[in-house]
């Protein structure tokens, strides 16, 4: 299966389950994920090196094909704020722990010296493996999940990657993808 048809399945199935409760949020406390260009250079949960490892991590779940990747469309910089502004202190200090031990992992395997298929096959099967090291698990999964759900929600991918209409028209309860160019909706 390649990546397009993984990201519409993804957004088909996660959609309004995942974006509801983060958007609600946001929209409660009107909150900017994006931030301003200014205030990008600056990180506010995560440190330096954490970022880095997560940002190449982002990228090797979500490369540059003919759409962005994760980081072109600041993936990061959102999950970084979003860190920051929105997830309690509890699942911050748990997210730290399971990234630690994530770190720990992919460093044993050298993981930001493998070429990039191999960084591929590397969390392939870290996330295939239920059994050994599933804190590392644990935090690649909360990043993947993280990183698609941000992706599929940020402007430059809704606009110009997936069907987006600004402006809702007629409600069509039940329409097949192939009626609307083949794409999923954006959220």
Not at 3 to 25: C, D, E, F, H, Q
Not at 72 to 101: C, H, R, S, W
């Amino acid at each position: 299966m390649d990546r397009r048809s993984v990201l519409k399945y993804v957004a088909a199935l996660t959609g309004s389950s995942i974006l509801a409760p983060i958007s609600g949020s946001v929209l409660a406390q009107g909150l900017d994920l994006t931030r301003t260009k200014s205030s990008l250079d600056q990180l506010q949960f995560f440190d330096v090196n954490r970022f880095e490892l997560l940002t190449q991590i982002m990228d090797v779940i979500l490369p540059r094909t003919d759409s962005p990747s994760a980081s072109d469309v600041k993936v990061n910089y959102i999950m970084d704020n979003m860190f920051n502004q929105i997830f309690p202190a509890g699942y911050q200090a748990n997210f730290l722990t399971l990234f630690a031990e994530l770190k720990r992992y992919l460093e044993s395997k050298q993981f930001t010296r493998l070429l990039v298929n191999e960084q591929v096959q590397l969390l392939t099967d870290l996330e295939l493996n239920t059994a050994d090291n599933a804190q590392a698990r644990k935090a690649y999964m909360d990043i993947k999940q993280q990183t698609i759900t941000y992706y599929l929600s940020t402007e430059e991918v809704a606009e110009n990657h997936l069907n987006y209409l600004p402006i809702p028209g007629r409600y069509v309860p039940s329409i097949s993808v192939k009626e609307v160019g083949g794409k999923a909706w954006a959220e």
